[in-house]
């Protein structure tokens, strides 16, 4: 075992994780942080997506030890953004899941998306979110919910702090 | 699937990496961007002894300017996502900053790193086939022999295969300024946004439409390694029309069939590849 220390959503935390652990199985059984999902767990599905220092990144494929001195976010440390509760509203209203199993790796990847473009066209939500699979929807209502949440965003630009 | 146990070392220095990967060879695996390595790892198909993770040393994380010579230096850390993006590469070395958008998906190039996909020697990844095709210089490391540079087009040795030593690490890797007469051409069929390539080209030329001085024609994901069609490069240099060009490449190029195409049809590909490259080139096509 090796201790880690990390800006877990925005509060210090100290862990015990074993050296061969991947970091998305620490924050789940580690810190109850069940929101972000194993499917493939070899980097294809994109259900682990975790932002580190930023960036969305496979949470399969980073050890946790390697999460030492960084700056993890995990959809639960999310529910507070705007362009994430506008994603959410627009995926519910836009159906864009089903099961939800995929569903917090889409919503962070197209935050991230939308941070970088705030108007994306339906071409490069496509290729922004290819890294992601969803076994249910078959896509449509997904580039539906993104578009809709960006829209809404521009119509409606929220003052407190966007870019993280 | 886990990992199987290994022991985790984090290098604080290029020198403390060098001699770990002296005193453990074989046994221990670098761990860059861990893109490739923890599906690996994950999977069970490799099971080191010590994983060397290398994502401290800065060092070899920057892009510069060899005063020397002039050339591009790129860190083994450089992350794709950051090489698709540096002003500098744009204008220096522009067929990486067209190659890199078509690696994997956003959440993969945030992390995975040029010089973990050169060590990786995958047939079908796109940095390889542009260091060849740029005729770029890989830098290798070791503890008991110092640096040394291998031209990429010798580094390549087969499927997953490289003339790295175990006991070496790869550094960065250089490309030479561009003449001005430099022009290049990146081209790529992937059945999804973000696949390995189903056939992908990487060519560099120097001249101009009817006066071409040198070309180098780079095929990926169709051979154990980037795979170069010097005869059809030859015959474009000389000047044969194109149907002959595609003559040559069709006789020189034998892929090896994946799951979902056969040989025939990479060969097919390849040829439709070449001739958006050459229109890319400036080329006339008959016909148009
Ligand atoms: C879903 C998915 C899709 C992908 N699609 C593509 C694609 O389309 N095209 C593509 O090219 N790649 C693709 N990749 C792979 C990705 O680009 C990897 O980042 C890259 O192949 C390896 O780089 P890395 O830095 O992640 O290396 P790692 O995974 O850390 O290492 C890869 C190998 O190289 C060795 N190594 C790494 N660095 C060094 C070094 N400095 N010295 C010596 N040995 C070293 C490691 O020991 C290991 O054996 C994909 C990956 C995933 C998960
Ligand atoms: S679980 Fe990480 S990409 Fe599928
Ligand atoms: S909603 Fe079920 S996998 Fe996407």
């Known amino acids: 075992m090796q201790d880690i220390e990390l800006e877990l959503n925005g509060q210090r935390v100290r862990l015990a994780v074993s050296r061969r652990e991947h970091l998305a199985d620490a924050l789940r059984q580690r810190c109850g942080l069940t929101g972000t999902h194993l499917g493939c767990e070899h980097g294809v599905c994109g259900a682990c997506t975790v932002r580190v220092d930023g960036a969305a990144v496979r949470g399969c494929l980073m050890l946790a030890v390697q999460a030492d001195g960084a700056r993890v976010r995990t959809i639960e440390g999310e529910g507070d953004d705007p362009v994430m509760r506008a994603l959410q509203d627009a995926f519910v209203e836009r159906n864009a899941l089903q099961c939800g199993y995929c569903t917090p790796g889409f919503l962070l990847t197209a935050a991230e998306l939308i941070a970088l473009d705030p108007d994306p066209s339906r071409e490069s939500i496509r290729a922004y979110l290819s890294g992601n699979l969803c076994r249910c929807t078959g896509y449509q209502a997904i580039v539906d919910a993104v578009e809709l949440a960006a829209r809404r965003l521009r119509e409606a630009p929220s003052t407190d702090g966007r870019a993280r | 699937m886990k990992p199987a146990p290994f022991a985790y070392v984090r290098a604080q220095s290029v020198e403390h990496a060098l001699d770990v990967l002296a005193e453990h060879g074989d ?21 080191p002894a010590v994983v060397l993770d290398i994502n401290a040393l800065r060092g070899l994380a920057a892009i510069d300017t060899d005063p020397a010579s002039g050339a591009l ?75 040394r540079s291998v031209p990429a087009s010798a580094f390549f040795q087969g499927l997953y295969q490289s003339e790295r030593r175990a006991d070496e690490l790869l550094v960065g890797c250089d490309f030479a300024p561009p003449g001005d007469d430099a022009v290049f051409s990146f081209r790529e069929l992937a059945r999804r946004h973000g696949d390995y390539a189903a056939v992908g080209l990487a060519l560099s030329a120097r001249g101009r439409p009817g006066a071409w001085t040198a070309m180098r024609v780079v095929f990926f994901g169709v051979g154990d390694t980037p795979v170069q069609a010097s005869a059809c490069a030859a015959a474009l240099i000389a000047g044969v029309d194109f149907p002959e060009a595609q003559a040559r490449l069709e006789g020189e190029l034998d892929p090896r069939p994946d799951l979902w195409f056969s040989a025939q049809a990479k060969r097919h590909l390849a040829v439709h590849l070449l001739r958006e490259a050459w229109r890319d080139l400036g080329n006339p096509m008959a016909g148009e």
């Open chain 2, 27 to 47: 046994d221990a695996l670098v761990l860059a961007g861990g893109q490739s390595l923890v599906p690996m790892l994950n999977l069970r198909l490799v099971q």
């Open chain 2, 73 to 147: 230096r790129i860190g083994t850390l450089v992350r794709h996502r950051e090489i698709a993006s540096h002003q500098t590469v744009a204008a220096r070395a522009p067929l990486l900053h067209d190659a890199a958008p078509w690696i994997a998906h956003p959440a993969v190039r945030h992390r995975g790193t040029l010089g973990g996909s050169l060590a990786l020697a995958d047939p079908a990844a796109e940095w390889p086939a542009c260091a060849v095709a740029l005729d770029a210089t890989i830098r290798l490391a070791s503890r008991d022999g110092g640096e």
